[in-house]
């Protein structure tokens, strides 16, 4: 009877999680596509106390934020939430138990994903002067690299990490 119990509350809780992430997501996804550069937010003043995006001074704040640091990738993070949840909640289903090897893994490939997608946007849309594709990261990213390697070496490099940890990410 005990494990019953057990077993409900673990499905209760994860359903609860599973519901809020959801949720985030779509609040993300709204405030990203409602983005406003006019909005009062982290990289604009503005003096108007009008805020343009559907999710209000929040969401203009975290469009803001994740435009800026990540440019366009920016749309990857709610699916890659919600695929790495269901990812989680398909192992934990399966052998009881969650292992924290397989996410520290997929968080590492997660990362690697989106550092190599915002280098290699940085480099395909080098358009600085009006919005920086690739966000800050990928145009840090690329400036390093510039260094070290010439440009067909970073396509090169980038495109090998991007298609490893897509690879990583639908086999685990």
């Known amino acids: 009877m005990q494990s019953v ?9 994860l359903f609860l999680i599973l519901s809020l992430i959801y949720i985030i997501s779509i609040f993300f996804v709204v405030s990203l ?35 800026s640091f990540f440019g366009i990738i920016a749309f990857t993070f709610s699916p890659l939430l919600i695929f790495i949840f269901l990812n989680i909640y398909k192992k934990l289903k399966k052998n009881g138990f969650i292992d924290f090897f ?10 690697i ?30 400036n390093i690299l510039l260094i070290y390697f010439d440009l067909l070496k970073i396509i090169l490099i980038l495109l090998f990490f991007f298609i490893i940890s897509i690879i990583q990410l639908f086999y685990l």
């Open 5 to 13: 119990k057990k077993n409900f509350s673990i499905k209760s809780f």
């Open 102 to 111: 397989y996410l520290v893994k997929t968080l590492v490939y997660i990362i």
């Open 113 to 142: 994903f989106i550092i190599t997608s915002c280098g290699l946007i940085s480099l395909i849309f080098n358009d600085f002067k009006t919005f920086h594709y690739g966000g800050i990261i990928g145009d840090i990213l690329i």
């Open 33 to 67: 596509l409602s983005f406003n550069s006019s909005d009062k937010s982290w990289s604009q003043a503005s003096n108007s106390d009008i805020v343009n995006n559907l999710c209000g001074s929040l969401g203009a704040w975290v469009a803001d934020i994740f435009f």
